[in-house]
């Protein structure tokens, strides 16, 4: 299995709503991150879990609450959101292997992502 | 100033014209990374590089560490090629699993 899965595909909500955006992987990675990318505009890290642990977490505000419960899922919890949160929410995993001088070498495999409509 | 930038940023061309698209960073970096994305949402990573020159298909990648620079060429384009193509950077760090830094993107059209 070398994909990562995200369900929903799609997910329209309300401001008043509590959702979640559910990632997978079966590759082993020990890496996963979640992405925000809004129209015609690049991803934006949103947060970083490595070994199960929040690693990064790019000033997002806490309406977005990530959860990683095991190595293989990863989680963002949604609630009170605000319509300019509306965008494509991508989740991506890597290995974790170290380059030669210490450096982090690792190849990112993303999801299909979830499109996020907030009305 | 944007870390990673893109040129072009639209690019349209006939179907068997050889097609670059340049990409230039301004930090330190372990690896650079080439992505497309189709209309719909799903990102493939195309290439990973940290030196030299990588080739798959009718896709060749470059990379030239002191000057910060890459390429992404497609030899004889063809209509399925048109994407965005996005370049990414993870920035050099004491270590741990950083997300990428993206460029804006080049949108690339292949006429028939």
């Known amino acids: 299995d070398t994909e990562v899965t995200q369900t929903p595909k799609h997910l329209v909500m309300g401001m008043t709503n509590k959702k979640s955006l559910k990632c997978e992987q079966h590759?082993?990675?020990?890496?996963m991150y979640w992405y925000k990318q809004k129209a015609k505009k690049p991803p934006e890290l949103m947060f970083v879990?490595?070994?199960?642990?929040?690693?990064i977490n790019e000033s997002v505000p806490s309406r977005f609450s990530p959860e990683c419960p095991n190595s293989s899922l990863l989680n963002l919890h949604l609630h009170a959101l605000q319509p300019e949160d509306s965008a494509l929410y991508l989740c991506?995993?890597?290995?974790?292997?170290?380059?030669?001088?210490?450096?982090?070498?690792?190849?990112?495999?993303f999801g299909p992502g979830t499109r996020l409509t907030v009305l | 100033k944007n870390e990673v930038e893109q040129s072009p940023q639209n690019l349209t061309a006939q179907e068997g014209e050889f097609i670059t698209i340049n990409c230039s960073y301004s930090?330190?970096?372990?690896?650079l990374h080439w992505l497309q994305q189709h209309p719909g949402g799903g990102i493939v990573s195309l290439f990973m590089?940290?030196?030299g020159k990588k080739k798959h298909g009718r896709l060749i990648a470059t990379i030239n560490i002191q000057e910060k620079h890459s390429s992404l060429h497609i030899t004889a384009s063809h209509p399925r090629d048109s994407a965005v193509y996005i370049c990414?950077?993870?920035?050099?760090?004491?270590?741990?699993?950083?997300?990428?830094?993206f460029g804006k993107g080049t949108h690339l059209i292949i006429q028939p």
């Open positions: 590089l940290s030196s």
């Open positions: 991506a995993s890597s290995p974790w292997d170290r380059g030669l001088r210490g450096r982090a070498n690792n190849e990112q495999f």
């Open positions: 879990y490595s070994y199960e642990k929040l690693s």
């Open positions: 990414a950077v993870r920035p050099l760090s004491g270590g741990g699993a950083d997300g990428l830094t």
């Open positions: 930090v330190g970096i372990s690896a």
């Open positions: 590759m082993g990675h020990r890496a």
